[in-house]
């Protein structure tokens, strides 16, 4: 077999296919992130950068957290479903559905404020999984040249520390370590031959970064305004590639070492809280993030003695654009002890309809949220739900990536997503 053919019809080992979503936050959104990282703030829509009143500040806006004293420890969980509909625009063709997936994703703060040597000063540990997929196809969909199976987590641990400079300002820095695993399965088709399979797993990176925040009281008009940037993280993958299918062992394609590597975003949020009207706190946030840094996901993969795998490697242009995403939301103390919320937000989509991808069903995101809290006098518990909808979106290979337009000796894919996500999050915050 030539090697420019086989490297045409190899096109689609991308791992776009398990890098490329927002898996917005949002549950899924806006490339891949997820900001759903404690229940009383995702209950406001994660509008809680100027507030950030409880230990997930480490997340939200980490200068929050020297409102906290003693020792405080969050523990918590979001659970995730992402219902998707790809409807053909071709025949013969059969709508596919994405398979049931409930990933569990936790989050686990702790802060301590120190008391008889500064009181000013604030440390906290947060774990919590910022960038995230989980994606499953069935084997014959028609996207099943693009992706049949995708996951990646990535774990970040971030110790902060923070220092209230005046009454009404406080600042903070912190380290962001991140532990990082992702793997793919796609099928492949080569002319004149069935249908066989690759998967590339035990892919794994450890980058690291860096966040700072500022949180700053307006005590006269009962408001105040947070600011907080994270730094980006450059992602370098190692992992390995399994072939497999009847035409594997006859071409001699031998499995082999893969390589990739993505910057995930910096990001910049804005925030206000205001509590002018008794019992009523109303939040406002804007995101910028950075999706420009995704201008390519290149894919490469080790040469053997045997079959020369390394033409299958490809720069795997992206060319996302930057994003916003916009949050509005608001808590009603409706008794001393019981808190009620609610929010919207709008997560813009980073891709490009010249680079949008069929592997997961991307595009611009409406969320509803709703949740409540209720504490004693050292334990709140706190639980929010999310409803978000996309943007249907439609495929019409008209991307630059040769992967959308049948270079895997696969079928053209015509169509269109519809989409939806649900998250359910809990946290318990108990204090020392």
């Not at 939301?329 to 813009?348: I, K, V």
Request: glycine share 10%; hydrophobic share 40%.
């Amino acid at each position: 077999m030539p090697e420019r053919l086989l490297k045409r019809n190899f096109c689609a080992l991308s791992i776009g296919a398990l890098l490329l979503l927002h898996g917005s936050g949002q549950a899924w959104a806006g490339g891949v992130s997820f900001t759903e990282q404690g229940a009383a703030a995702s209950g406001k829509a994660n509008a809680f950068t100027g507030e950030a009143n409880d230990p997930s500040a480490i997340f939200y806006n980490p200068a929050g957290i020297t409102q906290l004293p003693g020792t405080q420890l969050m523990i918590g969980t979001s659970i995730v479903k992402l219902d998707s509909t790809f409807r053909c625009s071709t025949t013969p063709c059969e709508n596919s559905q994405l398979q049931d997936q409930f990933p569990i994703i936790p989050h686990f703060y702790i802060t301590h404020r120190f008391k008889q040597w500064d009181e000013r000063v604030s440390i906290g540990l947060g774990v919590y999984t910022p960038f995230g997929i989980v994606v499953d196809w069935p084997d014959n969909w028609q996207g099943r040249f693009n992706t049949t199976d995708a996951r990646l987590r990535v774990t970040v641990y971030n110790p902060t520390v923070a220092y209230q400079v005046t009454p009404e300002l406080s600042v903070a820095a912190g380290i962001r370590i991140a532990d990082a695993g992702a793997e793919f399965e796609q099928l492949f088709e080569i002319i004149g031959f069935g249908e066989n399979k690759v998967r590339v797993h035990d892919l794994e990176a450890h980058p690291i970064g860096w966040n700072v925040g500022l949180l700053y009281h307006l005590k006269e008009i009962s408001t105040s305004v947070g600011l907080q940037f994270r730094s980006e993280l450059q992602a370098k993958f190692n992992g390995s590639a399994d072939f497999s299918g009847p035409e594997v062992p006859i071409l001699g394609i031998e499995n082999t070492k893969f390589h990739s590597s993505i910057k995930f975003p910096p990001q910049l949020i804005l925030g206000v809280s205001m509590k002018a009207i008794p019992r009523w706190t109303i939040n406002a946030d804007i995101e910028w993030e950075g999706w420009r840094t995704v201008g390519s996901i290149p894919k490469s993969f080790d040469r053997t003695a045997g079959f020369p795998q390394d033409a299958f490697n490809s720069p795997g242009f992206r060319l996302w654009k930057n994003s916003y995403v916009f949050r509005l939301g608001a808590e009603y103390a409706a008794t001393d002890r019981l808190a009620l919320r609610g929010g919207f937000f709008y997560d813009q989509t980073p891709i490009p309809n010249e680079t949008f991808d069929p592997t997961i069903p991307n595009a611009d995101l409406y969320a509803l949220t709703t949740g409540l809290g209720y504490k004693w006098e050292a334990t709140s518990v706190d639980i929010a739900y999310l409803f978000g909808f996309y943007e249907k979106r439609a495929t019409n290979a008209s991307s630059i990536d040769p992967t959308i337009t049948g270079g895997t000796g696969g079928p053209t894919i015509f169509g269109s997503f519809s989409t939806t996500a649900q998250v359910l999050m809990l946290s318990v915050t108990y204090r020392f």
